[in-house]
C-alpha cells in the first residue's frame, strides 16, 4: 500500500509541474500579445484576442501531438526549449496563414514579430524558472526519486554518474546489481539481481535502469517480468557498443521496430 502512495505521489507532482507549465504559457502568450499592443499604441480588443486564442489552440494541439506537457526530469533544458519555440513558431505561423485570409484582422507584420519574439523569451525564462524552482525542491529533499542500474554497462556507468553530479535532479543512486564476477566487484555494487528485485519489491528503489549486454537477454526478460510486480518503472540502456556495430539506426515496419543489418544501396524504398 506504501509503494502504491509512492507512485501516485509521483504522478501527482508531474501533474502539478505539467499544470504549472500549461498555466505559465497561457500567460505568456497573451501577456505578450497585451503588451505589444500597449506598446505599439493599439487597443487589445476581442480581434486581438481571438488571435491569442487561435495561436494558444494550435499550440495547445501541438503539444499534445508532440507530447510536449510531460515531466522534463533528467531530460537537456537545450532539448525542451528547442521543442518549445519549435511548437511555437510553428502555432505563430499557422495563426497567421489562418487570419491572413480573413479582412476583419488587420493586424501588421511588426505586430507578429514582436509578439513572436517577446513571447519567445517569456517562455524560455519561464520554463528556466520552473526547472531552478523544481530543481531546487528536489535538491533540498522533495520528490526524490531512487534509482538502481541492473547491470555492469560502461552507459549503466554514466548515467549513475550523471546522476550524481546533477543532485538537482531529484535522483538518488541506490547502487548497481549485477551477478558477482571473477575479478570482483565495484564499491558501488549493491548486490545481485535477485536482490535488486526484493529491495523493489520493499518499495527501496523507484527506477530501474537495466544496462545488460545483447547477449543476456534470457536474464533481461526474467528480470523485466520479475520486476513486473512491483511499483518501480524499469528503463533499458541499449548496448549501444553493439548498436554501432548495427550501423546504429533503428526502422520501423508497420509499428514493429527493426534494426537493419545489411542494405544495398540500391534500394530506394
Given at each position: ?18 499544470m504549472v507549465q500549461r498555466f505559465s504559457d497561457i ?48 531530460v537537456r533544458a537545450a532539448t525542451e526549449f528547442a521543442l518549445l519555440l519549435q511548437n511555437w513558431t510553428l ?179
Amino acid at each position: 500500500m506504501t509503494n502504491l502512495k509512492k507512485r501516485e505521489r509521483a504522478k501527482t507532482n508531474a501533474s502539478l509541474i505539467s499544470m504549472v507549465q500549461r498555466f505559465s504559457d497561457i500567460t505568456i502568450m497573451f501577456a505578450g500579445l497585451w503588451l505589444v499592443c500597449e506598446v505599439s499604441g493599439l487597443s487589445f480588443l476581442y480581434m486581438q484576442l481571438l488571435v491569442a486564442l487561435i495561436t494558444l489552440v494550435v499550440f495547445q494541439m501541438l503539444g499534445g501531438i508532440t507530447d510536449f506537457y510531460r515531466s522534463w526530469r533528467g531530460v537537456r533544458a537545450a532539448t525542451e526549449f528547442a521543442l518549445l519555440l519549435q511548437n511555437w513558431t510553428l502555432s505563430v505561423i499557422f495563426s497567421a496563414g489562418l487570419v491572413a485570409f480573413n479582412n476583419d484582422f488587420d493586424t501588421q507584420l511588426k505586430i507578429w514579430l514582436a509578439w513572436y519574439g517577446l513571447t519567445s523569451i517569456g517562455l524560455v525564462v519561464c520554463r528556466s524558472c520552473i526547472r531552478i524552482g523544481a530543481g531546487w525542491l528536489r535538491n533540498h529533499g522533495y520528490n526524490k526519486r531512487m534509482v538502481a542500474v541492473a547491470g555492469d554497462l560502461a552507459a549503466g556507468q554514466m548515467l549513475m554518474e550523471s546522476f550524481r553530479n546533477q543532485p538537482w535532479l531529484g535522483f538518488e543512486v541506490v547502487g548497481v546489481y549485477h551477478d558477482p564476477k571473477p575479478g570482483g566487484v565495484s564499491n558501488d555494487w549493491a548486490g545481485n539481481l535477485q536482490q535488486l528485485v526484493e529491495d523493489a519489491k520493499a518499495g527501496k528503489i523507484h527506477n530501474v535502469y537495466i544496462a545488460m549486454q545483447m547477449c543476456d537477454g534470457a536474464r533481461v526478460k526474467k528480470l523485466v517480468h520479475q520486476l513486473a510486480d512491483t511499483t518501480c518503472s524499469v528503463l533499458l540502456i541499449p548496448d549501444v557498443f553493439t548498436f554501432n556495430i548495427l550501423h546504429s539506426r533503428l526502422e520501423e515496419m508497420n509499428g514493429v521496430p527493426v534494426v537493419p543489418l545489411y542494405d544495398t544501396p540500391l534500394s530506394g524504398g
